[in-house]
């Protein structure tokens, strides 16, 4: 039996509960915590908030939405409201994040490509990527061949449009092609084995990623920091409900 400060968690409430977790790995687990955590609040909302006629109207609720549920909703949404510090951003921490974490704040690479595929079942034969060296000449020697070639030669779908692959950026391909592709300046060709095969590589050409100025970006950032410090402060605020309760029938502290 599963309960909050002596309140029993009914079987009936934990069935009903357990429909909202159905696609969680662990439905049951997840379902109890949900409840232990929703009676702690619901508990402390009690002992705090007048009443839940002085809740709903002080989020503005209609008296046509009234129901059990909606109503222990509305004072855990007017607990956390009265209970939880709003957070502020200091000076210069949207500058300070922003100067510490220039990656996030950068467009991607892209690059343009064309490839020839030796497709190989496994490692890479000699007899393969003599070919492959052999087309890669080819296309160093007359480059304007090379859709004629990948027609020809490429085991990829990618041979009915000569070899194009488009635009990519990393991550759009497997590790050992990405680090050949953002490595070969635009024009040149090389050879590159993965685990598909070996695969003669062209760049057509390359667009560098830029950062973008915190002007552009400071709006967005702040919001991403408040609400992240919102969601910390409300963290902290649940962890000290549950260190003060008295939860029995449950191993460990919910998640």
């Keep these: ?17 357990l429909e909202r977790h159905a696609n969680v790995p662990e439905p049951r687990r997840s379902a109890i915590d949900a409840l232990v955590m929703r009676e702690v609040l619901l508990q402390a909302a009690r002992s705090k908030l007048a009443d839940a006629e002085a809740a709903l109207q002080a989020i503005g609720a209609k008296p046509d939405y009234e129901s059990e549920r909606f109503v222990e909703e509305a004072l855990i949404e007017r607990l956390i409201e009265q209970e939880v510090v709003k957070p502020e951003l200091a000076a210069g921490e949207c500058e300070t994040y922003y100067n510490n974490n220039l990656a996030q704040f950068r467009s991607n690479d892209l690059v343009e490509a064309r490839h020839i595929l030796f497709e190989a079942a496994g490692q890479v034969q000699p007899f393969q990527r003599q070919q492959a060296e052999a087309v890669l000449q080819q296309v160093r020697d007359e480059p304007e061949k090379f859709d004629e070639l990948a027609r020809a030669h490429s085991a990829c779908t990618s041979a009915e449009v000569g070899g194009s692959l488009g635009q990519l950026s990393r991550g759009d391909t497997v590790p050992e092609f990405e680090q ?31 950062t973008y100025p915190l002007e552009m970006v400071r709006e967005q950032l702040g919001a991403h920091l408040l609400e992240q410090k919102r969601r910390h402060a409300l963290r902290q605020y649940l962890r000290t409900l549950l260190e003060q309760a008295d939860v029995q029938g449950v191993e460990g502290e919910p998640a």
């Design 180 to 210: 050949m592709l953002f490595a070969l300046p635009a024009g040149q060709c090389a050879l590159v084995e993965t685990r598909f095969g070996v695969h003669v590589v062209r760049v057509e050409r390359r667009a560098e990623g830029r």
């Design 1 to 17: 039996m599963v309960s909050v400060n002596g309140v029993r968690i009914s079987d009936e409430a934990l069935q009903r509960e």
